[in-house]
């Protein structure tokens, strides 16, 4: 079974603080994904990452920043948190490939005070 | 850009009722066409996938026809249960768009017995 998993499930930090959130895939997927889901808002992408060392931004990465130093592992970075990075973030990682699918982590809802 | 659109919820089913979801997208080129669900407190998960036109993607009962005609990937199910209750998306991607995942806002589906 092709497995994507996330650090932390719930995870409580204060503003100002710096976040690590971290992603594990283990099928040797190219592409690696963060979005952020709110509610009404649906899935948007922060950032991007399809090689080890390579990212692109996606359509809100703004406060973000995000790592990827070896290909199984996709780092995402808040460098200064605050109140309205309060949400559900989803880990996902694919194939290059055209036409497959991507598989989801299990989400780490942030919280922060 | 691209982009995904679709029918806002909720929907609200009595158990047996027939479901349709609509999605529309808008895309330069050819993209594959996703389903995902997400179940509540889960990530989420493909449901069905279609990646040419007039391909039919299926799985658990549900169906989506890929219509280049309408630019459109609605997803049908005859006959609902209880557990179909979630939130459906409907997602497109394509390697000219950086193969990335593009979101519908997502459409909460609440079956009742």
């Known amino acids: 079974d092709v497995k994507v998993t996330q650090s932390s499930r719930y995870l409580v930090k204060r503003t100002g603080e710096k976040v690590f959130l971290e992603c594990v895939q283990d099928?040797?997927?190219?592409?690696m994904f963060w979005y952020r889901q709110d509610p009404g808002l649906g899935l948007r992408l922060i950032y991007f990452?399809?090689?080890?060392?390579?990212?692109e931004k996606g359509d809100i990465p703004e406060g973000y920043s995000v790592s990827r130093e070896k290909k199984e592992r996709f780092s995402l970075i808040l460098e200064s948190a605050s109140t309205n990075q309060t949400s559900m973030y989803l880990c996902?990682?694919?194939?290059?490939?055209?036409?497959?699918?991507?598989?989801f982590g299990q989400g780490t809802r942030l919280t922060v005070v | 850009g691209d982009s995904v659109t679709q029918m806002e919820g909720p929907v609200t089913l009595s158990e047996e009722a027939f479901l349709t979801i609509n999605c529309t997208y808008t895309?330069?080129?050819?993209?594959?066409l996703f389903w995902y669900v997400q179940y509540p407190g889960e990530g989420l998960q493909l449901l069905l996938k279609?990646?040419?036109?007039?391909d039919k993607g299926s799985n658990k009962g549900f169906e989506a026809t890929y219509r280049k005609e309408t630019t459109s990937f609605h997803l049908e199910k005859g006959s609902v249960q209880v557990s179909d209750s979630a939130v459906y998306f409907c997602?497109?991607?394509?390697?000219?768009?950086?193969?990335?995942?593009?979101f519908g806002g997502g459409t909460r589906v609440l079956v009742k017995p």
């Open positions: 996902a990682s694919s194939f290059h490939r055209e036409g497959t699918e991507a598989f």
């Open positions: 895309a330069t080129g050819y993209p594959s």
């Open positions: 279609a990646t040419k036109a007039d």
């Open positions: 099928m040797d997927h190219e592409n």
């Open positions: 997602a497109l991607r394509f390697k000219a768009a950086g193969n990335k995942l593009t």
């Open positions: 990452s399809y090689d080890v060392k390579m990212k």
